[in-house]
């Protein structure tokens, strides 16, 4: 059975940090593209960064790039998103998603 239970959601000031974990069951991590999503209150989901099966390249949506890292630990089966220099405009429920699985989401928000 697949399931990817999200984490590490909360409130955070402007410019602070989160750390975003899930935990994934029912495949083998490496084996598939893995990734992260997020919806924001009246907006659709938009996809913030992924990592390829093949060769482990990365990809971040522009709006994230240089602030967000995706990794992974297949030891674990547990991948992660770290996100700093976190902005108003990155709340949302963020969602983990993998093999056409999704997870239930964790709420980030960002505000003084």
């Known amino acids: 059975q697949l399931q990817l239970v999200e984490s590490g959601g909360g409130v955070v000031q402007p410019g602070g940090s989160l750390r975003l974990s899930c935990a994934v069951s029912?495949?083998?991590?490496?084996?598939?593209?893995i990734g992260w999503f997020r919806q924001a209150p009246g907006k659709e989901r938009e996809g913030v960064s992924c990592?390829?099966?093949?060769?482990?390249?990365?990809y971040y949506a522009d709006s994230v790039k240089g602030r967000f890292t995706i990794s992974r630990d297949n030891a674990k089966s547990t991948m992660y998103l770290q996100m700093n220099s976190l902005k108003p405009d990155d709340t949302a429920v963020y969602y983990c998603?993998?093999?056409?699985?999704w997870g239930q989401g964790t709420q980030v928000t960002v505000s003084s």
């Open positions: 990592i390829s099966s093949s060769d482990g390249s990365t």
């Open positions: 029912g495949f083998t991590l490496e084996d598939y593209a």
């Open positions: 998603t993998g093999r056409n699985a």
